[in-house]
T-cell receptor, first 118, second 113 residues
């Protein structure tokens, strides 16, 4: 299998505080991990791509100083929402790519983290 | 640049009826295409993928999709809908060598008894 976990599954925090979300590939090494944001009834919006040991590549319009991504190992990536505000409330989903080569491009998704900023 | 368009944001089918979800792509290179399903408050699960080779691709839960280059389409079908098929379905195309995907807007499937 290819299982990706996220922790926490939901979190409520006060405005101005920081929140860290973990994404782990449990049974495979992930060469690349992705972070998405999803608003209700909408598609996934890619925030950034991260590769182990290197800086994340952020999509246009995503504030890299606000959404800190650390890909510390081949099985762990973290997203930290710094100085969170109510508009950061959303469903955050991570995914991991299993490996390269032809046909190895599918992403395996975590269950998502519901962030509510009050 | 690669992109996908899903026709119909909302599809309602009767239990036992054919499920047809439409996806058209735009790509300057031979596309790698994917269908994912998302249940409420969950992540996405891969249904099937097309990379190269056979154009009719079979996936999990009885779904299949056919890659038609002449029509730039990758429609998803299931012969007989089940109540458990009620979910959001996303078509996606690979956009770079890192594995980045471009998702369609999604199609919400409702299954009625």
């Amino acid at each position: 299998g290819a299982v990706v976990s996220q922790h926490p599954s939901w979190v409520i925090c006060k405005s101005g505080t920081s929140v860290k979300i973990e994404c782990r590939s449990l049974d495979f090494q992930a060469t690349t991990m992705f972070w998405y944001r999803q608003f209700p009834k909408q598609s996934l919006m890619l925030m950034a791509t991260s590769n182990e040991g290197s800086k994340a590549t952020y999509e246009q319009g995503v504030e890299k100083d606000k959404f800190l991504i650390n890909h510390a190992s081949l099985t762990l990536s973290t997203l930290t929402v710094t100085s969170a505000h109510p508009e950061d409330s959303s469903f955050y989903i991570c995914s991991a790519r299993k490996g390269g080569g032809a046909g190895g491009y599918e992403q395996y998704f975590g269950p998502g983290t519901r962030l509510t900023v009050t | 640049a690669q992109s996908v368009t899903q026709l119909g944001s909302h599809v309602s089918v009767s239990e036992g009826a054919l499920v047809l979800l439409r996806c058209n792509y735009s790509s300057s290179v031979p596309p790698y295409l994917f269908w994912y399903v998302q249940y409420p408050n969950q992540g996405l699960q891969l249904l099937l993928k097309y990379t190269t080779g056979a154009t009719l691709v079979k996936g999990i839960n009885g779904f299949e999709a056919e890659f038609k280059k002449s029509e730039t389409s990758f429609h998803l079908t299931k012969p007989s809908a089940h109540m458990s098929d009620a979910a959001e379905y996303f078509c996606a195309v690979l956009t770079d060598s890192w594995g980045k995907l471009q998702f369609g807007a999604g199609t919400q499937v409702v299954v009625t008894p």
